[in-house]
């Protein structure tokens, strides 16, 4: 088990099957390269907070938002993740408040690899995905 102090969320303990490497970091953090990715309580909602720094996001795992969010891979972001089967990428969606309404990213997915334990945000090029679209849940109409 590992202890993340956090301020915003407390002591968080995690089980090491739930820590990733992101050899890249992430857009804004490429020095935090080791993150731990929690469910948020009773919710859809996941913390990816990273081990050693005050740093953390709220995702959505895409499918759960975005039945027809599809993209290919590069062969070098493929050989980062450590894997060869599409089915093992997780694809989740950063979660932003914009005037106390939540907003998701389509542009810039986390993708999270449980198999091999490494993870990255991989930027798409695809002019219908925007970078900021107001999170609404299919299935309620909006959250």
Do not use: W
Request: net charge negative; with cysteine.
């Amino acid at each position: 088990m590992i202890t993340i102090k956090s301020s915003r969320y407390g002591d968080l303990t995690v089980r090491q099957e739930q820590v990733y490497e992101f050899p890249q970091g992430i857009v804004g953090f490429s020095n935090v390269t080791e993150y731990a990715l929690m469910p948020f309580e009773d919710t859809d909602f996941f913390v990816l907070h990273a081990s050693r720094e005050d740093v953390s996001f709220i995702l959505i795992a895409a499918a759960k938002v975005k039945e027809d969010y599809a993209f290919e891979l590069d062969e070098e972001t493929v050989r980062m993740l450590e894997t060869n089967a599409a089915v093992d990428v997780l694809p989740f969606l950063i979660v932003n408040f914009v005037d106390d309404v939540p907003h998701i990213n389509l542009r810039a997915p986390i993708l999270i690899v449980p198999v091999s334990q490494k993870g990255c945000q991989y930027v798409i090029h695809h002019p219908s995905y925007p970078i900021r679209e107001a999170l609404l849940f299919e299935e309620q109409g909006s959250c």
